[in-house]
């Protein structure tokens, strides 16, 4: 089973920051927090992660709280072409460590003009 | 680089048919990952490859499914036969040694009628 909670849905209008959190309260210390989304009729796409400190790309920031337990994934200036479903994801990293991904519902983002 | 690529992108049969789906995954990647998505839920993954060897198919039905990876590189994976509750998107996603970000195909759309 999944290891986190997210909202089903959220709306955000275009040009403004969409910030989609998600609740992680039972990660362990070498879990990593995984964000992919999944655009409409495409395979999921990797967008970001982190472990403890706060993390930016081209795409987003990932903001994790002091505690572990929660995250936000923020999208600075959401366009049309962000619309999608956002997963966020808790994995184990180390050797060993197969990869595998466990995908929950995650949140429907509509960027509205 | 060229991405992840499948075939075919729809395939609509009857119950009890047989079906098979190709993956090619990006070059050089060695993992290689199949998910079965039914829709309005996230992937599922069905089976994991190490190159050509097997790493985890611990969801696979292997009453019905099956995949293989020969030479390490393309994969196919089949259903027989084919039921109702079979009808889902079929991803494939690859992974680089060392990088724990996957990357996804467009996927296959199977409609079991």
């Known amino acids: 089973d999944a290891k986190t909670t997210q909202p089903p849905s959220m709306d955000c209008a275009e040009g403004r920051a969409a910030n989609l959190p998600c609740n992680h309260s039972?990660?362990?210390?070498?879990?990593?927090v995984y964000w992919y989304r999944q655009i409409h009729s495409q395979g999921p796409q990797y967008i970001i992660h982190g472990l403890k400190n706060n993390e930016t790309n081209e795409m987003a920031s990932l903001i994790i709280t002091e505690d572990r337990k929660s995250s936000t994934l923020i999208l600075p200036h959401a366009t049309l072409r962000d619309t999608a479903v956002y997963y966020c994801?808790?994995?184990?990293?180390?050797?060993?460590?197969?990869?595998?991904?466990?995908f929950g519902q995650g949140t429907t983002l509509q960027v509205k003009p | 680089e060229a991405g992840v690529a499948q075939s075919p992108r729809y395939k609509i049969i009857e119950k009890r048919q047989s079906v098979a789906f190709w993956c090619n995954p990006i070059s050089g990647h060695a993992t290689l990952y199949w998910y079965q998505q039914i829709l309005g839920q996230g992937p599922k993954l069905l089976i994991q490859f190490q190159n050509n060897g097997v790493v985890d198919d611990s969801q696979l039905p292997k009453d019905r499914f099956s995949a293989e990876r020969l030479k390490g590189v393309d994969s196919t994976l089949k259903i027989q036969p084919a039921k109702l509750e079979d009808s889902a998107v079929y991803l494939c996603?690859?992974?680089?040694?060392?990088?724990?970000?996957?990357?996804f195909g467009p996927g296959t759309r199977l409609t079991v009628t």
């Open positions: 994801i808790v994995r184990e990293e180390g050797s060993g460590n197969t990869g595998k991904l466990i």
């Open positions: 996603a690859s992974r680089r040694a060392g990088v724990y970000e996957q990357y």
């Open positions: 039972t990660i362990s210390g070498n879990e990593y």
